[in-house]
């Protein structure tokens, strides 16, 4: 991953701002899923009484998690590339290639994001719950639409600075 230095214009200040307040809050709901597991398993080993529901909890936060951490990895280019067949080509061409790349992603992950919210939405109105706990189960997919779409954002202003539409950030 390269070295942070500060974005160079508005769009990627306010962009970056959210994915380290998408990423802070993917890390509170890490650590605390983390803990809920800590607690279990003592409480399983010195008390055996462990959480009813842990591994729900742990599935359901994992999920938050990983939609939370996902655009600040995008933001920061750090999604594993192969570019093995495009050492030696132009910088024009790597440039257009990482638009194509950077546009698909992005179409991918609109398309989770408006999938995951429809979900959300229909789980509510079914009334859904967890098994053990009667979590009701459309709070975590609603929970992971903001980080699904601010990845989606990030991955067309990409797209746009790869064109060369917008001024590329300097992350």
């Known amino acids: 991953m390269s070295q942070s230095k500060a974005p160079s214009s508005g769009v990627d200040r306010v962009l970056e701002l959210l994915c380290d307040a998408s990423a802070t809050i993917g890390g509170v709901v890490l650590v605390a899923i ?3 597991t800590v607690v279990s398993v003592v409480g399983r080993a010195f ?22 951490f996902l655009p600040y990895t995008q933001f920061r280019h750090a999604n594993i590339i192969v570019d093995f067949f495009t050492t030696h080509a132009s910088e024009r061409t790597q440039s257009k290639l990482d638009a194509f790349g950077t546009l698909l992603y992005t179409l991918v992950m ?3 994001a408006w999938r995951v919210a429809v979900g959300g939405v229909d789980i509510k109105a079914n009334q859904e719950t967890s098994m053990l706990m009667a979590l009701p189960l459309w709070i975590p997919y ?3 639409v903001p980080g699904l779409v601010l990845c989606s954002v990030i991955g067309f202003v990409q797209t746009l600075q790869h064109l060369g539409l917008i001024a590329k950030e300097e992350v």
Do not use: W, Y
């Open 34 to 36: 983390a803990s809920v």
């Open 142 to 144: 609603m929970l992971m």
């Open 47 to 68: 008390f055996s009484h462990p959480i009813l529901g842990d591994v729900e909890l742990v599935q359901l936060g994992c999920a938050v998690v990983v939609a939370s």
């Open 110 to 112: 609109a398309l989770v």
